[in-house]
């Protein structure tokens, strides 16, 4: 698979990552072994680099069963770039707490160390903040990073979810590029084409990575409903279209719906997140698909259900 800087860091990454949110999700630690383990060999084989973790997948049962099979297989850590999140704290702990999300800088970096023991990785290449707080200073987080950039826990730094003013109120604290601005993007979710978010990313430099590219499988064979911010649109009428292009290229719908985001100029990384080993080595094939405009916007028609004006 090519490879992309990301960001203006030294990164490399290639040019679709895997997402690691549901490998650990059967509730049993030998089945989760197992797909965990069949799905990363599947996506290090197939050239997928960038692995894409937060502390709380699976209740910290995806870090842990990665950093288990890092353990067993100590070539692979040299292959990949590990980028994992930090700032949501769980519902009921303590006990009759809300989900809330702290960007506090105890908080940051005891889930930083945190992820490196549940990793069992010594640095983590990128960190994200998960989601915006409310509360969040940004000179307290400028204050973290420092510390965790200084001792060699953290190599680079990035966002997820975030609006255009809330990158650009951390940006202006910190002495270094954010790298990246990880958000919700498919032919089921448009609005980052429309909020700054990826004109924000083109102009700064700044690598968008796309979550749930698949529509968390309606896009594909799968996916029953629709994830919330998803409303406005209508899967029924992009899957025909994503397969009379994907009959006419000769690849499968989902290859079709990569390849749309891997167009964007902004150098969008889509994070796929199936795990089937056959999808995941199938879906690499998108790096080959260049689509053509009238393709693109064929399928932009179809995701608004209208035509552009
Ligand atoms: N930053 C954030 O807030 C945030 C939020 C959500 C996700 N993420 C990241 O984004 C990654 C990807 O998200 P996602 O898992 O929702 O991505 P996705 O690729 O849109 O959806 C994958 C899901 O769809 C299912 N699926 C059913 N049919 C499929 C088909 N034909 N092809 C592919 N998948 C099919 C997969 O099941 P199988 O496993 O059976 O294939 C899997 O459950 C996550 O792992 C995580 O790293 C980040």
């Known amino acids: ?31 989760d072994y197992e797909t965990a383990r069949a799905a990363i060999f599947a996506a290090v084989d197939a050239g997928y680099t960038l692995f894409d973790h937060a502390d709380i997948y699976c209740d910290g049962e995806a870090e842990r069963v990665f950093g288990r099979i890092l ?12 980028a994992t999140k930090g700032g949501i ?30 990793l069992g990785v010594e640095t ?16 307290e987080v400028a204050g973290a990073f420092a510390e965790l950039r200084q ?11 975030f609006s255009p003013s809330q990158f650009s109120l951390l940006q202006s604290r910190l002495p270094f590029p954010l790298a990246v601005n990880q958000v919700e993007v498919s032919l089921l979710q448009l609005y980052a084409l429309h909020d700054g978010t990826l004109d924000q990313c ?11 590219p698949l529509g968390a499988g309606l896009l594909g064979s799968g996916g ?5 911010g998803q409303a406005h649109y209508n899967p029924k009428a992009i899957l025909p279209v994503l397969d009379r292009i994907a009959g006419e290229r000769g690849v499968t719908r989902e290859v079709v719906a990569l390849a749309w985001l891997l167009k964007h100029p902004s150098r969008l990384i889509p994070i ?32 608004r259900g209208a035509e552009m004006p």
């Open 1 to 31: 698979m090519r490879t992309q800087t990301l960001g203006q860091t030294s990164l490399q990454s290639s040019r679709l990552a895997y997402g690691c949110w549901r490998i650990a999700t059967r509730g049993d630690a030998a089945a």
């Open 151 to 161: 001792s060699g826990k953290v190599r680079e730094f990035g966002v997820s979810n």
């Open 224 to 228: 029953k409903d629709l994830l919330p």
């Open 202 to 212: 083109q102009q700064l430099k700044v690598t968008p990575l796309a979550w749930s």
């Open 124 to 139: 983590i290449d990128l960190l994200h903040l998960h989601r915006p707080d409310y509360l969040m200073d940004a000179d």
């Open 71 to 82: 353990r067993e297989s100590p070539g692979l850590r040299a292959r990949m770039v590990i």
């Open 89 to 118: 704290r769980f519902k009921n702990r303590p006990a009759g707490a809300p989900v809330r999300y702290d960007f506090s800088r105890g908080h940051l970096l005891a889930q930083a160390e945190l992820s490196l023991r549940q």
């Open 272 to 303: 796929v997140g199936s795990t089937n080993p056959a999808r995941i080595r199938q879906h690499a094939a998108a790096d080959q698909l260049e689509l053509t405009r009238e393709e693109w916007y064929h399928l932009v028609t179809a995701a």
